[in-house]
């Protein structure tokens, strides 16, 4: 009987935790979420509230075989997203993983981006995160882009 005891707290402290992790990835999948929901929507204000201050945007260029890193500006993207376009910047992710650790988190999603309705690339976009006193920001964010090998 005491075994039983013993077996059905351990079971209480894994669902427990299941469900804690389980909210924390949840909050981390909204912060994510609003950036693009406000991509898409021409939001600024709510793509920024996804970033903490001084995050670092980059992405990896592959061209003609050389590979670098470009460094892009964070107020920069956002000015972008709050002046008036006519097609909707509108990319679509996977969570296909997502690590935490205390108040770190890492996200790699897939994705594919379209300008309005037409396809414009894919790639990968990895993201550090930090929870702080506003909650899950992004403090890092670099992706891939491709135009072939898109799923």
């Not at 979420?33 to 201050?53: I, P, Q, V």
Request: aromatic share 10%; hydrophobic share 40%; glycine share 8%.
């Amino acid at each position: 009987m005491k075994g039983l005891v013993i077996f059905a707290l351990f079971l209480l402290c894994l669902s427990t935790n299941g469900f804690a992790q389980q909210n924390e990835e949840d909050a981390i999948k909204k912060t994510i979420a609003n950036l693009f929901t406000g991509m898409k929507e021409g939001d600024s204000t709510l793509a920024r509230s996804a970033f903490a201050n001084g995050a670092i945007m980059q992405t990896i260029v592959n061209k003609m075989g050389k590979v670098s890193v470009r460094n892009e500006s964070v107020n920069n993207f956002i000015q972008l997203i709050g002046t008036p376009h006519q097609e909707k910047y509108d990319e679509q992710i996977v969570f296909t993983k997502i690590l935490i650790d205390g108040a770190l988190a890492s996200v790699w999603t897939d994705y594919k981006f379209y300008l309005g309705e037409k396809f414009s690339h894919c790639g990968v976009n990895s993201f550090q995160l930090v929870k702080g006193d506003k909650g899950w920001q992004i403090v890092y964010i670099i992706d891939t882009r491709r135009k072939e090998g898109c799923k």
